[in-house]
């Protein structure tokens, strides 16, 4: 279906641009999934010591998670927005087609696998 030795067709980049949209939402509902999990823990909380510094630590968890969903959602957001420019799809490094594939698993990929390994 897809070959990495050439820029993508009409199809594939219709397909991408579905898989871009998904991923937005998907990673929308995720942070507001997060930012609920990040409220502060207020100290009148009746949790015993343990399980305070537990609910403490997975805040700090899911604080780590929200930054990241942020990124990658504003990655997303800019390779939507890119999606029908020529360059879009080329490895930022190594100028070479970014196989479709890899697109399609990851959408915000500026580089391709090897590009990315170094």
């Known amino acids: 279906m897809y070959q ?3 820029s993508m067709n009409d199809q594939e980049r219709a397909d991408l641009r579905q898989k871009i949209e998904e991923k937005i939402v998907q990673a929308e509902k995720e942070i507001a999934h997060l930012e609920a999990n990040t409220q502060p823990i207020s100290p009148e909380n009746s949790l015993g010591r343990v399980s305070r510094m537990d609910a403490i630590n997975n805040k ?21 927005t890119k999606i029908d420019q020529a360059g879009f799809g080329m490895c930022k490094n190594c100028k070479k087609p970014i196989p479709a594939p890899r697109l399609m698993y990851m959408p915000e990929s500026t580089t391709c696998v090897r590009c990315a390994d170094r």
């Open 4 to 6: 990495s030795k050439r």
């Open 60 to 80: 700090g968890v899911a604080e780590a998670a929200l930054r990241s969903s942020k990124k990658k959602l504003g990655k997303l957001k800019v390779a939507l």
